[in-house]
């Protein structure tokens, strides 16, 4: 056993916890990724959940992992983990592909029975040998033990006990990272604030894996991480959903407008309704509907009585309220629709990420029917893009599909908590009394924007009629006259086209002179920033452009992509983005990375993949 106690400082280190569905990976990752952003650090989460609602306990299938990576420069939730948390030996054995060459393991070996290890299928009675891991990175903890001696005058029962061995595992982290104890009993007291007892064992517990850690030393040196130069604020973690759901409440509040929210549960958007349900006190409407159709449908309702209307789903659900968007894509209301993509076709996977809802969000639609797609980068990014979508939908009288992803909705990040006058107001496209006075029609538009002016019903002078119905361009009237519907097609694409004027530019990041640039799209951002500095780092020079808004495209886009001798464009799918962009650049070759897994990329597949399209790009020429 080794005794140093030195302090090693690191720049940045991964966790990852695992073991059953019912462990508690989630909370202990959770906690340990708030408090590490309390202290100053950046973070970046990977919740990774099994297929399985609930597997058979101690069966590989039903191996739930939460992977955390902190310090300074962290933009993805890291390839493989410095320490390994598995609270049974299937875990040990599913996870061990995730650990670092010479990363710490710390295992429960109360765990470690016959019976435990065949349902693991396991061959020997010594997993330690049979997976040929290096004993002296090995911590075997009696976790199940530890947890009997604290709570032994609790009064619970076992299967009570047994429900707090997630916190003995954090609080051994706790000790091996500098975590301090008192920030992780503060959130442990507001989640448990309501059961008392509850809190106090898990409290026990905590204290129990920490003084474990400290008193035997466990074989290991504590480490400290460093913390980033961040901006004056107050910092937290939130995750995707989350941030989704305050953006829109933002919106919510810089247009004056009550958010709405109508939406069917789906797996992995639920947690935006659970989050909007929850805020009555700031006038959020959040209705539960009966299915998807109902969700968007009621959502365009809203919209015509005046309010912020959101509808949320995955790809499943965004087919099916694909007519419902299209009757807004008519009548020209705002509608903020979520889309938080997951694997399919079909049910597929939905506890997985993919990037394979793209086209049906810029084309699913029956009829020309061009809606403003944007798409989130990280989990932070989406409290702003949440935003910007409801902005834009205000602001120019369209249905606007914001594209999250599963990964950044349910992985974290640190955030910090903006300032009021960070963003701006929003000013919804509404009719004034002069236009009333002299005349409104339902479609007549800005002439700089082309949005259609909007009228609430009930509005004096204000009455009218609009639908999924083709209306005359002047009088607002049923018309099916085919010049009619021409010019009312070309305006409603155009309308479309000229949300580039009040977009940003688009950025590039790495070495912007470089001959090869590198494109993705939504949440691959992190993953792909962190290869254009490793490429960079190495000698590779490559510059990153990661695109927010896809429809329109920011108006330098083209141009920019032109400059380059060589794009690659890197995403979870088979190639929709790079499509995209090959159609509108046809003397380009688009060149492709491309990966259909239910996993995020790695870090190296990206960079070996860049390096490959280099090397035979040269050998073409």
């Not at 069966?59 to 609270?87: C, E, K, N, W, Y």
């Not at 517990?205 to 008193?215: P, R």
């Amino acid at each position: 056993m080794l005794h140093n106690t030195n302090v090693k400082t690191l720049d940045r280190v991964v966790v990852r916890f695992s073991g059953d569905s019912g462990d508690g990976m989630q909370l202990a990752g959770n906690i340990f990724s708030n408090v590490s952003a309390g202290e100053g650090n950046e973070i970046s989460t990977f919740p990774d959940y099994p297929a399985e609602i609930r597997a058979p306990q101690g069966s590989l299938s039903g191996v739930s992992g939460f992977q955390v990576h902190i310090g300074r420069g962290v933009h993805t939730p890291g390839d493989q983990a410095d320490v390994l948390v598995a609270m049974n030996p299937a875990a040990l054995k599913t996870n061990l592909k995730f650990l670092k060459p010479g990363g710490i393991i710390i295992c429960d070996t109360d765990t470690f029975r016959p019976l435990d290890l065949k349902k693991a299928e396991y061959k020997t009675d010594d997993p330690v040998k049979e997976l040929g891991i290096a004993p002296d990175r090995f911590m075997a903890v009696p976790m199940t033990t530890l947890v009997k001696s604290a709570l032994a005058d609790s009064g619970m029962d076992l299967k009570a006990m047994m429900k707090c061995k997630n916190m003995l595992a954090l609080g051994l982290i706790c000790w091996l990272f500098d975590r301090p104890v008192d920030s992780v009993l503060r959130k442990l007291q507001t989640k448990f604030a309501k059961k008392p007892a509850v809190y106090e064992a898990n409290a026990k517990v905590i204290h129990a894996g920490w003084d474990y850690g400290h008193n035997t030393h466990s074989s290991m040196p504590t480490y400290r991480i460093e913390t980033a130069d961040e901006r004056p604020g107050t910092y937290t973690d939130v995750n995707g959903n989350t941030a989704t759901a305050w953006g829109l409440i933002l919106a919510s509040e810089k247009s004056g407008l009550p958010l709405f929210l109508g939406s069917y549960p789906i797996t992995p958007a639920t947690d935006i309704l659970h989050e909007l349900a929850k805020r009555k006190d700031l006038g959020v409407k959040a209705v539960q509907m009966e299915d998807e159709i109902a969700g968007v449908c009621s959502a365009i309702g809203a919209s015509y009585a005046g309010n912020l209307a959101v509808t949320s789903t995955s790809g499943p659900g965004l087919a099916l309220k694909s007519e419902g968007i299209g009757l807004a894509v008519m009548a020209e209301l705002p509608l903020v629709v979520i889309d938080v993509q997951r694997g399919g076709p079909s049910t597929g996977l939905p506890t997985k990420t993919e990037q394979t809802d793209l086209f049906q969000a810029l084309y699913g639609r029956n009829g020309e029917s061009p809606v403003c797609v944007l798409s989130a980068v990280s989990p932070t990014d989406c409290f702003t893009m949440a935003f910007q979508a409801a902005r834009i939908a205000l602001e120019h009288m369209t249905p606007v599909i914001l594209l999250t992803d599963a990964f950044i909705a349910n992985g974290s990040s640190a955030w910090r908590i903006p300032e009021d006058d960070e963003f701006p107001a929003i000013h919804p496209h509404f009719s004034t009394p002069e236009m009333l006075e002299n005349g409104w029609k339902p479609y007549d538009r800005d002439p700089q924007t082309l949005a259609r002016y909007w009228t609430l019903p009930g509005t004096c002078g204000g009455m009218h009629r609009i639908g999924g119905l083709e209306k005359d361009a002047k009088t607002s009237v049923i018309s099916t006259d085919g010049a009619n519907h021409q010019f009312m097609t070309d305006r409603r694409r155009e309308k479309i086209a000229r949300i580039a004027d009040d977009i940003p530019e688009l950025e590039l990041k790495g070495d912007t002179g470089a001959d090869t640039l590198l494109v993705g799209w939504g949440g691959t951002y992190g993953h792909l920033l962190t290869a254009t500095e490793q490429l960079n780092a190495e000698g590779t020079p490559v510059a990153l452009a990661q695109f927010k808004y896809i429809n329109p495209l920011p108006k330098n886009a083209l141009d920019t992509l032109r400059r380059f001798k060589r794009v690659i464009v890197a995403e979870l799918n088979t190639g929709m983005f790079a499509d995209y962009l090959q159609a509108k650049l046809p003397e380009k070759e688009i060149l492709r990375i491309n990966k259909v897994e239910g996993q995020p990329f790695m870090v190296y597949e990206i960079t070996d993949a860049v390096k490959k399209h280099i090397e035979n790009t040269k050998c073409l020429k």
